[in-house]
Nanobody, 116 residues
Framework: QVQLVESGGGLVQAGGSLRLSCAAS????TGWFRQAPGKERELVAA????????YYADAVKGRFAISRDNTKNMVYLQMNSLKPEDTAVYYC?????????????WGQGTQVTVSS
């Protein structure tokens, strides 16, 4: 069974940084999603199990960086120059194959709040 546990969320002022971590039970293609109140969940960044980065949302390009350490089964999301509009619950999600479209495995989420 695939298990994902996020950590690293919190309250930060605009312009600050946070690093989210996702501890996985194995090595899987992984995405970071976020969902703000009243908005649909959106994919923020995605990375293959090999470490190849396949996606950044336009809203985070140049500010966020996804990475992974396969020796520790960890995936990270470094978030810099945070803006109030980045406030959301952030989820780590995984899938079985790079070629799958859907992410069937999800963590519980971690809250990120950016104050102005």
């Amino acid at each position: 069974q695939v298990q994902l546990v996020e950590s690293g969320g919190g309250l930060v002022q605009a312009g600050g940084s946070l690093r989210l971590s996702c501890a996985a039970s194995g090595r899987y293609p992984t995405g970071w999603f976020r969902q703000a109140p009243g908005k649909e969940r959106e994919l923020v960044a995605a990375i293959r199990w090999s470490g190849i980065i396949t996606y950044y949302a336009d809203a985070v390009k140049g500010r966020f960086a996804i990475s992974r350490d396969n020796t520790k089964n960890m995936v990270y999301l470094q978030m810099n120059s945070l803006k109030p509009e980045d406030t959301a619950v952030y989820y780590c999600a995984a899938k079985d194959s790079d070629f799958d479209k859907e992410y069937p495995y999800w963590g519980q989420g971690t809250q990120v709040t950016v104050s102005s």
